[in-house]
Each structure stands twice: as C-alpha cells, then as structure tokens.
C-alpha cells in the first residue's frame, strides 16, 4: 500500500522543503506530490510541526546495546547493534573493527557480508579501524594487535574484504608507495587515521588514494604554528571528507565549528560509539577494563575509549552549542557520508527511488518516529 508522510518540514538531503505530501511504498521513495487525487487509496502519516528528514548514516560504529563488535561479530551480535541504532536513528552504517588479529578480522569480514545480503540489516559494509597504525597515536587501541604493513597481509585483506569493505583506517606515513596502491587500487576508500603524518606528508597521500581522516582531532598529529601536521592538512586541503565526533568531550564545540566554517560540505558526523544504550559502568575492550569517567569512558591509561553518542544528539549538539546552522547539521548526519561512499542514489537523500528510510524530528530535534525501509520502527 502506498503510504504518504503530510505536513512535515521535509529535509532533501540538500536543503528544506514544504511540500503536502513524500509518497513512498514498501521500501522505495515515490515523490513529492501536492496532491493525491491521482492515486486510489492511500496511507496517510501526519507528522505536523516535525521535520523529515534521511535516515542517518553512521561511518563509525563500534557496538551497541552491550554489545561490542570486535568481540563479537556474530550474526546476532551485528543485528542486536542495529537494532539499537535504528531506533536512535541511524539507518545505514558501518560496523567498525578494532585493531585486532588476523583471526578475527576475517570472520568479521564474512559476518558484514552475510548482514549486507539483507537489505533489512541497514549494513552497508565494514570499517576496518586498524591494524595499521602508528603507535604514537594508538589511543585506546592495544599495542600488541598493531601491525607494520607488509603486501602479503595487504592482499590478504583484499582478497578477503572484496566488496565488503568500504573504509578502511590507517597511518599512511608508515606505507609505501606500492602498499598503499594494493589497497586503493582494489577500490578500498582509506582514511588517515591514528597517525602522525607531518602536514608535508598528509598533503601528498591524496594523490595516494587516502581521501579522509577519522575521527577529526582525535589520535592524529595536531595543529601546531611551524608544523600544521595531519589536522592542518585536512583543513586545508579543499578535498578531504573527515568525520567528527560531536560530544564534546573528543572533540570541543569550538573547534567542530572552527571545522564546519573551513571545511563545509565535507565534514560529517560520526559517532564512533560502543556504549549507547549500555547503562553499566565497566565494559570490556579487546580483554582492556573499560570505565566510565566524567561522563565519558576511559582505559586505565586515560584515553578516550568510544563514545556513548547518538547521530541525533550529534545534530541537537552541534546546532545548541556549537551554532552550525540547521540545514547543514542535518545534512552532516544524512547526504554527506552519502556522497563521500557514493551512495546518494540510495540512501541520504529524500528522492525518488532512494530508501524510505526517514527520522521524524520534533521542533527540539528529538525523535518521534524512524521509518526504516517504510516500516515503522518506534512510536514515542
């Protein structure tokens, strides 16, 4: 049955729009349409004084509901992180994997491609987070899992990740030339990250195939007045896509606004969380004792360990405090990791044939209904 969202503030993916009426059946956008005197019977879902906008789109997922994603990969383990992402929100994502063993790295790989068989899953592929990074800026990542890149771990991967994986992390500084190209050559998107790149070397891994950085500010080389280093060159380099943590606690509100003015269009959310919907105070990473501390948690060397975040709290956030404007915040959760995976035809977008994935915001950006492939997920 065709079903009709009304009187809502539609967000494209580009910029607002009132429109009467976003038409949609089963799992596919039909249109914008200002009336429905050409169709027979129609569902009608009245959100007055809401927005619509895409369902979110998360790069950086590390677990949720209690579950932790290195440490399981299993079926129900992905579908239970999900299951608690979709009613926060967030549609499409990447599960991300931990610096971690080969062992385990591979059956994550395969667990991804089983979920991403099912449109249902909303998983669009995985995000390897290691284990190729500089130790210097390993964070709460274990040193004993970090690995120097070698060709034959590198085709490993490739030939095991083909069409599975969509990001990948590393320290670019510590690749050759030919290392990096086994991996951008085979249609890996990377991203620097948990490096400290110099900014003469950051700007040069373009041409390299690195297009992104992770987790802006955070375990990277900082901005320093004779040596810009990793953060420098994202900011200045007009190409670049980064994902940002919008908490406040990785990252403060005025540098994600110093980011947003510099480098709009390109920045995006993302949450590289572990704890959402996890009500405990101790959680386990890769066998290292996890705490919660001031509201953030912590390893017992004191770094950031994942955040406890939501897409919508990362647009409530960023729009209160750290006065992005509205349309571009929202545009940071939904079409710009769109664009950046190429995959704008299907999801980020409120547009003809796209997913009916939509998030109903209220005018205090707090959620009041997900549809997820045109079906209702929650009811507040």
Known sequence: MIKAIANALFF??????????????????IGFYDTLDNFNEVEILNFSDCYCLPG??????????????????????????????????????????????????????????????????????????????????????LQQYLRKPDAVSLQRIVEKGREVIALMTIAPELFSEENLA???????????????????????????????????????????????GLVGAFLDHPEWYGGIIADGKHVDFASLRIAHRLKKGKLFFVT??????????????????????????VNDENNLAGAALTMQEAIRNSIRFAQI???????????????????????????????????????????????FKGKKVINH
């Open 182 to 228: 086994i991996l951008s050559q085979n249609g890996i998107r990377l991203s620097a990250g948990h490096s400290n790149a110099s900014y003469v070397e950051a700007m040069q891994f373009y041409e390299k195939g690195i297009s992104k950085v992770t987790h802006l500010f955070n375990a990277m080389s900082a901005f320093q007045s004779r040596e810009p």
């Open 272 to 297: 590289d969380s572990v704890y959402v919907d996890f009500k405990g105070d101790h959680f386990e990473i890769n066998g290292a004792n996890i705490r919660r501390q001031n509201g953030v948690f």
């Open 56 to 141: 979110f789109i998360d790069l950086q997922v590390n677990g949720g509901g209690g579950i932790f994603f290195t440490k399981d990969h299993s079926q129900e383990g992905l579908l239970k992180i999900a299951e608690t992402y979709r009613k926060h929100g967030t549609t499409s994502f990447l599960p991300t994997l931990v610096s971690s063993e080969f062992e385990k790295i591979f059956p994550a790989i395969e667990s991804v491609r089983q979920a991403m068989a099912d449109p249902l899953s909303g998983v669009i592929g995985i995000h390897l987070e290691g284990p190729f990074l500089n130790p210097e800026k390993r964070g709460a990542h």
């Open 325 to 371: 404007p509205e349309a571009d915040a929202f545009r940071m959760a939904t079409s710009i990791p769109a664009d950046y995976l190429g995959m704008s035809a299907q999801i980020g977008y409120l547009k003809k044939d796209a997913f009916a994935d939509f998030v109903i915001l209220d005018k205090d950006y707090q959620i009041k209904q997900v549809i």
């Open 12 to 29: 494209t993916g580009t910029d607002h729009l009132r429109a009467p009426y976003l038409l949609f059946e089963n799992d596919k956008i």
